[in-house]
């Protein structure tokens, strides 16, 4: 988790920004009404919550809703005060929105349809005649850097000299890793190298519009002296790779690239230009939302931890070690047309067969940090059960898997958390990690009570 400024090396321009620290959507919430949480002390109330949700945004590089079967364009989930939702996936323009349940088409004019923009000004509208009595929380959830990753017209000649980073696991052949990963071709063709780098700057251009998009959320606040008393969040839903094992975009892996995003915060209490080392999950911003209003995580079965006492520098602080990454595959069981040498299952093909997903690309992580490890332990749902780990102390750019040279009581142990953060539920998923000195392994109980090894909990894919 990073806490200040916006990562180095991103999509930024002119003076540094003073934020301290999947479908694009603009959520309204009332905290005090919505949540039944009762005032401070006279004089003073509780804080305010701004969430930014990018779509895409990887930290390693750099940089639905309206569904019938959701209730519709009409549907309004329950608590929201106002709600700004966009109809299907990221788009830019020719879309559709749900205004407090009513739908709004929007056209292809810039200065009226662009949506990272209408949701910047939607946003403005509400801080400007919002009450002032109560505490609120809003999520803003932009298109970018999805794809189209069709940028504002001003924006559109950036970056022509910048190009997908080139790091070790660039365009290399992913050796001893998962059969997906080992199908993309080595080395990737001119077409496709072009088309990956155009992508990366493309991405970095739609985020200048994000960049604008906070500079003028940030000053509101300040303008309406609500900004120290508003934490701000902004992270992303997933990473993104750009020619990494020589694939050529996507972000459906088990890698850093894909599974690690950009976590920023300001707010009261938390001291400018720090960063933590602390592992964190999206799974934790929940309680840290519910912690801000007042609200007991103890009646609540969330799996996640507040955040407030890293943010706010608790000392003697005890934190999770290891936290639990999943993945369901996506894919049919027919051949793709345009690749008919490929078995049945594959998806997201690009033309020169390369596939970046697939039925069986399902898998379960678990990923921990302590002192002295920086481990990631993967299996795959899939007919070879496939394991794959990880020393990122020795391979931070996790080129080889040392599956078969790693101590197998170690796997073992490995294995067996896995399992349980696959099953836990609520306090049950802070026990201690394998790395930490708490933690007992009784071999004992990866058998069931008939004598069999305990299966793993993979949700079931469509096949």
């Known amino acids: ?201 493309k991405r970095w251009q739609t985020l200048l519009s994000v960049d604008d998009l906070v500079e003028k959320l940030v000053k509101r606040l300040e303008f309406t002296g609500e900004l120290n008393n508003t934490y701000i969040f902004y992270t992303s839903d997933n990473g993104y790779h750009t020619g990494q094992f020589s694939l050529p975009i996507d972000k459906r892996q088990l890698y850093e690239f894909d599974i690690k995003v950009p976590l920023l915060v300001r707010g009261p209490g938390i001291k400018p230009n720090q960063t933590s080392k602390m592992l964190v999950a999206n799974i934790d911003l929940g309680p840290t939302i519910l912690d801000i209003a007042g609200y007991s995580l103890n009646k609540t079965q969330m799996d996640g931890m507040s955040l407030l006492p890293i943010l706010r520098g608790a000392s003697n602080l005890t934190w999770r070690s290891d936290v639990l990454v999943e993945y369901q595959g996506e894919g049919r069981n027919v051949t793709d047309p345009t690749c008919p040498s490929l078995s049945p299952g594959v998806s997201q093909c690009f033309p020169d067969c390369v596939c970046e997903d697939a039925y069986n690309n399902t898998y379960a992580c678990v990923r921990t940090m302590s002192a002295l490890w920086n481990l990631q332990y993967c299996e795959f749902d899939d007919q070879e059960v496939f394991v794959e780990v990880y020393n990122l102390t020795a391979d931070p750019d996790q080129i080889t898997n040392i599956a078969k040279s790693i101590d197998p009581e170690l796997l073992g142990k490995m294995n067996y958390r896995l399992m349980m953060l696959q099953s836990c539920s609520g306090p049950t998923c802070r026990t201690p990690g394998v790395f930490d000195p708490g933690y007992r392994f009784d071999p004992r109980l990866m058998f069931s009570n008939h004598g069999s090894v305990r299966t793993r909990r993979f949700s079931k894919h469509s096949l």
């Open 1 to 201: 988790m990073r806490l200040l400024p916006l990562a180095p090396g991103g999509p930024r321009r002119g003076n540094p920004r003073h934020l301290t620290f999947c479908s694009p959507a603009l959520l309204l919430l009332v905290l005090g009404r919505c949540l039944g949480v009762s005032g401070e002390a006279a004089g003073s109330r509780r804080p305010n919550v701004v969430l930014l949700l990018t779509d895409d945004q990887d930290e390693v590089l750099g940089g639905m809703y309206g569904a019938p079967d959701a209730g519709g364009l009409e549907h309004i989930p329950l608590g929201w005060s106002y709600w700004f939702a966009l109809e299907k996936n990221s788009k830019y323009y020719n879309y559709t929105l749900s205004i407090n349940g009513k739908a709004r088409k929007h056209g292809e004019n810039y200065s009226v349809d662009y949506l990272t923009d209408v949701l910047a000004n939607v946003s403005l509208d509400f801080l400007d005649y919002k009450s002032n009595s109560e505490p609120f929380f809003m999520m803003i959830s932009t298109p970018a850097p999805h794809s189209p990753w069709t940028a504002a017209p001003q924006y559109q000649k950036t970056f022509q000299n910048v190009f997908a980073p080139r790091n070790k696991n660039f365009n290399i052949h992913g050796t001893n890793k998962h059969w997906l990963i080992r199908q993309a071709k080595t080395p990737m063709t001119n077409s496709s190298m072009q088309f990956l780098d155009n992508a990366f700057r």
